[in-house]
């Protein structure tokens, strides 16, 4: 739950034009990624960034209710193309940033076929964490997953939701599910691998300028930051797919 909350000041000791602080509501999923990536563009462009982590239902909520966010960073294309369509965002322009996939992981958590899939089409775990597929893309996708599989029906009464994938994390990590789907910050022990054998629906990260910013060149000049190839390498090194890919 910390991470779901969590409202993060990157300062960089260079004062930003009129102390400018551009705020960007980031899916939690990319939350680790995106502290590194708003770190680098205060080292860049000397202004601070404050981040805002939650799920993308959530954020996207907030923003049609007026939140002061100036760059949306969704877990989704959905929320980003209906902030368009009502006006909410600047240069009716969406960047893909990332091309979500999805992991099974456990946590110091061993399994008699000794690893994530296999435990998952054998059934060899109490509880199975996923995100809310009402607010969470990567929580759509993991019931999409289950559903490829033909395992929805059968595990939907072992299925905890977590509100955002930070929160599954939290669930594997605290021993509230053995086994995971998402996309984990950290695991220690237990198994991590793609999601495999099943389909689901492409997770395209798309990010927007929102309208209501009162730094539309600092929110633009971020965007841009994204499509470089040394952010877009840390991208790839934290386990999403680019456009290019």
């Not at 102390?19 to 509501?25: F, M, N, P, R, S």
């Not at 080292?43 to 002061?68: C, F, H, M, W």
């Not at 595990?155 to 669930?171: A, C, D």
Request: aromatic share 8%; with cysteine; hydrophobic share 40%.
């Amino acid at each position: 739950m910390r991470r779901f909350t969590l409202l993060l000041l990157l300062l960089s000791g260079v004062a930003a034009a009129d102390d400018e602080v551009l705020t960007v509501a980031v899916a939690s999923n990319f939350l680790n990624t995106a502290e590194v990536i708003a770190s680098r563009y205060t080292e860049d462009y000397g202004a601070p960034v404050r981040l805002v982590s939650g799920s993308t239902g959530k954020l996207y909520a907030q923003i049609v209710n007026g939140a002061p966010y100036d760059v949306f960073l969704a877990a989704d294309d959905e929320r980003p193309r209906l902030l368009e369509s009502a006006g909410l965002t600047l240069d009716a322009q969406r960047l893909t940033y990332a091309n979500g996939q999805l992991w099974l992981f456990s946590s110091g958590q061993t399994f008699p076929s000794g690893n994530c899939h296999d435990a998952l089409v054998n059934g060899e775990f109490r509880k199975l964490a996923i995100a809310n597929p009402a607010t969470a893309p990567y929580g759509r996708a993991a019931m999409e997953y289950l559903e490829s599989l033909g395992l929805a029906d059968t595990y939907r009464p072992r299925l905890v939701y977590g509100e955002s994938v930070s929160q599954v994390t939290h669930f594997v990590i605290s021993g509230n599910a053995e086994l995971g789907i998402g996309k984990p910050a950290s695991v220690q022990g237990g198994c991590l691998a793609p999601a495999r054998d099943g389909n689901y629906s492409a997770i395209r990260q798309q990010a927007v300028v929102l309208a209501r910013t009162e730094y539309p060149q600092a929110a633009a000049d971020f965007l841009d930051f994204l499509k470089q190839p040394e952010i877009r390498g840390i991208i790839v090194d934290d386990g999403y797919l680019t456009e290019s890919q």
